[in-house]
């Protein structure tokens, strides 16, 4: 699997039969020109995790991906085709396995504002995208490959992140939604020195393809 950094929200993911790219957002450069795409899905609504203008360009050199998005993110787009899902859904995409996942809330920000719907992305039992939350795992279910893990948010306090990250026990945590930050090489080195055993912690060189090896 190979992954590469568009800034903040915004991955993209190579299975080696999919080309799946996650939340293109107005913090993240750099995508606007990739094709060859199977699916653009984004986890929630938020303009950091949806460039809308520039996802219709984006969508008009991929004419064959499938733009996936949760129902409010839906409510917010006028024009391109769309799919919404929840979680509970199990989606096949160019040979890829996505289960959408998490209990369909975006983190609290604050009491005084009102809680948005999120979709975790489980892409073949081997990454996950939890979006805005701490989206757990299905029960039952083992440690996932690698974690994109959030790093910096109004919703984010550092050792919730920590604590999450030990949680889930990922073989291998990608710091990301780390642009709000005006240094998050301090939260980076956090994760490392305080992920649990197993886990490495893997800072991606933006807009640079990187492969992620599964446990064997």
Known sequence: MQLTHYGHACVLVDTGS??????????????????GLDAVLVTHQHFDHLDADRLTALLR??????????????????GPEYETTAPGAVLEV????????GNGDHAEIHRDIPIIRNNGYLVDDALLHPGDAY?????????VDTLLLPTGAPWLKAG?????LR???????????EAVLANPAMHYGLFTNL???GTTVEVLDREKA????PLT
Not at 160 to 164: I, K, T
């Open 18 to 35: 999919a080309r799946l790219l996650f939340d293109p957002g107005a913090f993240s450069t750099g995508f606007e020109s990739l094709t």
């Open 94 to 101: 160019a040979g890829a396995r996505i289960e959408v996942v």
């Open 195 to 197: 992920a649990p055993k």
């Open 167 to 177: 949680a889930m026990t990922p073989r291998t945590a990608v710091p990301i939604h």
């Open 61 to 78: 050199a991929n004419p064959d991906a499938r733009l996936i998005v949760d129902d409010g993110t839906a409510e917010q787009l006028d």
């Open 160 to 164: 919730d992140a920590v604590d999450y």
């Open 210 to 213: 990187t492969t992620v090896r």
């Open 135 to 143: 989206v757990p795992l299905p029960e039952g279910r083992d440690p």
